[in-house]
Nanobody, 127 residues
Framework: QVQLVESGGGSVQPGGSLRLSCAAS????????VGWFRQAPGKDREFVAA????????RYSDSVRGRFSISRDNAKNTVYLQMNSLIAEDSAVYYC????????????????????WGQGTRVTVSS
């Protein structure tokens, strides 16, 4: 059974940093992609960042580019989202997603192409 388990969420002041982790078990996604999405109260789920599991291709939403960074640890089958310079608008539940598909760059942000999802971890940015 495939599982994605997120961790690392919490409360932080504006300007602070958090690192989210997503540990995958049950299979590897070496030829696929992993992504982070988020959903704030009353809003639709939105794309944050994604990357192909192999190689250096990554994509970011305009709202987080330059502040967030996605990375992977193949040995641990884990994906990370380093979030810096956090602002109140970053407050949301963050979800890790993975697919075995080899997505092209423009498709990395499409949530419906990811077949595996974690349970989410909450991030609150507030003073």
């Amino acid at each position: 059974q495939v599982q994605l388990v997120e961790s690392g969420g919490g409360s932080v002041q504006p300007g602070g940093s958090l690192r989210l982790s997503c540990a995958a078990s049950g299979r590897t996604f070496r030829n696929g992609a992993v992504g982070w999405f988020r959903q704030a109260p009353g809003k639709d789920r939105e794309f944050v960042a994604a990357a192909r599991w192999s190689g250096s291709t990554s994509r970011y939403s305009d709202s987080v580019r330059g502040r967030f960074s996605i990375s992977r640890d193949n040995a641990k089958n884990t994906v990370y989202l380093q979030m810096n310079s956090l602002i109140a608008e970053d407050s949301a539940v963050y979800y890790c997603a993975a697919t075995v598909r080899g997505l092209i760059f423009s498709s990395l942000s499409t949530s419906t192409l990811y077949e595996y999802w974690g349970q989410g971890t909450r991030v609150t940015v507030s003073s």
